[in-house]
């Protein structure tokens, strides 16, 4: 409830702060698309760390989301630099996701 408050109360550097080890994903999630501009690193581990359990899970909202993460996760390593390292990622992502052929349209969709 405090990092809410603290999110609530624009603390985001404290909230960020109280995060750590008690923060739920949903949280989390909140805290990195707040800081992304400011945080991108951050933000970055984050919006990755989300995706992870995804790969394992199927269902379009499932998906959704994980297109959603990746295009936090995209513009974070554009913010950073590290563009390559990004389709370095995805394109590990679709070999391993590749029978997932709903998942790819809708990467396809997102231009991911």
């Known amino acids: 409830m405090l990092i809410d408050?603290?999110?609530?109360?624009g603390d985001l550097e404290a909230a960020w702060q109280a995060a750590d080890g008690h923060a739920d994903e949903r949280?989390?999630?909140?805290l990195a698309d707040l800081v992304k501009d400011e945080r991108p690193a951050d933000a970055l581990r984050v919006y990755l760390r989300q995706v992870e359990p995804l790969r394992k899970v199927t269902g379009d909202g499932n998906y959704q989301h994980m297109a959603r993460l990746l295009l936090s996760a995209r513009t974070c390593h554009q913010e950073l630099g590290t563009s390559e390292e990004f389709g370095?990622?995805?394109?590990a992502l679709r070999a391993d996701q590749k029978r997932k052929r709903n998942l790819l349209k809708i990467l396809d969709q997102h231009r991911l």
């Open 27 to 30: 949280q989390w999630l909140t």
């Open 5 to 9: 408050v603290l999110i609530d109360d």
């Open 88 to 91: 370095a990622y995805l394109s």
